[in-house]
């Protein structure tokens, strides 16, 4: 009798604790629940090379606790890579247009430099690369400023040249120093492609898309149309970065908004910075046009917000995510009926 009173004790102990245990479960779910509506969550999501990294690494400087030394560190191999890997691209693609093209001989390398351009791509191509010694960083600044190259890199765009080019090939000195830490700057173009969904404990979150063998504009318009499209995003706000801009700015002046196909009714109305806003405007339309189209009439009232965007420039991303914030502020009280 006396056993069986303490094994039932057992059972009851055993059990009040399960229960214990299983309350304070759904106590930090309640919490955790409750927590999370305070939560904005932002999901950056575009074609490859956008700039999502790149926006993320913001956040992480102006909210943050931004990179400590061994932060900046990590990037060496990146940034490097990205010199060797550029250099290779610029040097292999000058051969073909060399060959190819019908103005061939613009991308002819001068022979003297064409023993380094050879040495170079072969660096390039390998899983590997050496240390960045001052001597390397002589060699490939003397090819860069190969006039072939310089045609080359004006052609870019055909050959998927990154961003980040013409800034690491005009600081390669310093990315060659044996003490090289980078800079804040550098860690901002550092280029390296996200593979997989990156998370970010604060109020971000991101994930990517990518296909690098088409027409980026064309991409980036399937798949707004796409998001905009899926039932889970019915309710969600579209905060659409139109990133790049200083790049755009530039273009807009050399090449036509035309050869696109979704802006093949552009027509350009005058030069310079009035062309650049009237360019802008256009592209921007385009959007708002695809959005109200891809948009159930039931929801067009989800907050729907275009913003020009230079990832690279942090006052201007400061600024923008205020006024993110403060939208999304605006739509919390509005849907509390405090608005
Ligand atoms: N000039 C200029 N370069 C930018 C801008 N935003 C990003 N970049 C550069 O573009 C390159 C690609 O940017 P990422 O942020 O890595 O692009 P991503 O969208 O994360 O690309 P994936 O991870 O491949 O999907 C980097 O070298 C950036 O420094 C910008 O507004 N202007
Ligand atoms: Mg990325």
Not at 63 to 85: C, M, R, W
Request: glycine share 4%; charged share 30%.
């Amino acid at each position: 009798m006396g056993s069986l009173c303490s094994k039932n004790r057992r059972y009851n102990d055993a059990e009040a604790e399960e229960n214990a245990q299983a309350a304070e479960i759904e106590r930090r779910i309640e919490l955790e629940t409750k927590a999370e509506k305070h939560i904005q969550k932002l999901l950056l999501l575009g074609a490859g090379e956008s700039g999502k990294s790149t926006i993320f690494k913001q956040i992480k400087l102006l909210f943050q606790t931004g990179f400590d030394e061994a932060e900046l560190k990590s990037y060496i191999p990146v940034i490097h890579a990205n010199v060797y890997q550029t250099i290779k691209l610029l040097h292999d693609g000058a051969k073909e247009l060399a060959q190819n093209d019908i103005d061939s001989s613009k991308y002819l390398i001068s022979s003297e430099k064409q023993g380094i351009g050879e040495k170079l791509s072969e660096i390039g191509g390998r899983l590997d690369y050496p240390l960045l010694t001052k001597e390397l960083a002589k060699e490939i600044e003397t090819l860069w400023e190969d006039a072939a190259i310089q045609e080359t890199y004006a052609r870019g765009n055909e050959l998927q040249v990154p961003d980040c080019t013409h800034y690491f090939m005009e600081n390669l000195q310093r990315l060659a120093d044996a003490n090289y830490v980078p800079t804040k700057e550098d860690v901002l173009y550092a280029r390296v492609r996200t593979t997989g969904v990156v998370e970010i404990q604060f109020r971000y979150d991101q994930t990517l898309f990518e296909d690098e063998n088409r027409n980026r504009m064309m991409e980036t318009k399937e798949l707004f149309e796409w998001v905009l499209k899926q039932p889970c995003f019915e309710k969600t706000s579209f905060m659409l970065f139109l990133n790049k801009f200083d790049i755009f700015e530039k273009k807009i002046l050399k090449v036509p908004l035309n050869v696109c196909e979704w802006f093949k009714d552009y027509q350009p109305v005058s030069t310079g910075k009035q062309e650049i806003e009237h360019a802008y405007e256009f592209v921007k339309k385009k959007f708002e046009e695809l959005y109200f189209q891809s948009t159930a009439p039931d929801h067009v009232d989800r907050v729907f917000k275009v913003y020009r965007t230079t990832a690279l420039d942090q006052k201007l991303v400061k600024k923008t995510f205020k006024l993110v914030d403060e939208t999304l502020r605006r739509r919390n009280l509005f849907e509390a009926g405090l608005l």
